[in-house]
């Protein structure tokens, strides 16, 4: 009876840059909270400049807001 081929053995998957175990010393990919790519050092978290001032609009245009009533108990003091 002919040999059967052995199957290919798998290695486990081992962590790639964004895929950290809890190892300290390995740096998970931060993602840009705007268009998703990955952040810069320089514009962190932001991936560019452009994308900064994109996040920094919404927040003067009142695009974003923190949840919250006009009269919260800490102003009633």
Do not use: Q
Request: charged share 40%; aromatic share 4%; with cysteine.
């Amino acid at each position: 009876m002919p040999s059967r081929p052995e199957k290919p053995r798998l290695e486990p998957e081992k962590p790639g840059p964004d895929k950290g175990d809890g190892d300290k010393g390995e740096r998970k990919v931060r993602r840009c909270p705007i268009c998703g790519r990955p952040a810069a050092e320089a514009t962190r978290p932001f991936c560019s400049a452009r994308c900064r001032d994109v996040d920094l609009n919404r927040w003067l245009s009142g695009t974003y807001v923190v949840p919250g009533s006009e009269n919260d108990e800490e102003d009633e003091k």
